[in-house]
């Protein structure tokens, strides 16, 4: 698996792009390989480094990953990788995600992004969260401080993306806190 994020990591840096992002983790074994391959790539190549973002998903109202994960344990097993953000993508819409991304804020000793899907799938898999819906929550999140970087996933629009935008443009992000501080918080 490794080899193949390798071979992945080559062609995208080949190809020119600024940052790197692991995204969609259910499974932490998957995204240590891929840690495990842009590291290798970055010291081979050390005149090439790209920032690392990483975004989980937390599967459902239990606060886990697919593999059973907790999101501290999540975060902890990827935190090595030194990224730019950590965060959770993916498979809740903006409600359900809210708590798991307060507590990602509270864990996190790096920039927190946030872009849940446009609510949960109807019946037939389609989105019915409208753009104003999706973006005051994340609104809301702004506002709370929980996040520095915000977007959407399955089933937004450019109108979802347009509406968060204008909802969060005048907010501050949420402040870094110094990393011993995290840690003390942890211990």
Known sequence: VADA?????????DGGVDVLL????FDTLNAKAAIYAIKKYFALHNDQKKEIMISGTITDA?????SGQTLEAFYTSVMHAKPLSIGLNCALGAKEMRGHIEELSQL?????????????????????????ETAHF???????????????CCGTTPDHIRHIAVNVQNIKPRKMPLLETVLEDQL
Request: aromatic letters at 12%; charged letters at 15%; hydrophobic letters at 35%.
């Open 138 to 152: 994340l609104e809301d999140w702004a506002n709370e401080g929980f996040v520095n970087i915000v977007g959407g």
């Open 62 to 66: 239990s606060g886990r990953t697919l």
């Open 108 to 132: 996190a000793s790096c920039y927190v992004s946030a872009y849940p899907n446009a609510g949960l799938p109807n019946a037939m898999g389609e989105y019915d969260e409208q753009p104003h």
């Open 5 to 13: 994020y390798y071979e992945q990591v080559t062609a995208l840096v």
């Open 22 to 25: 692991i995204e969609t983790i």
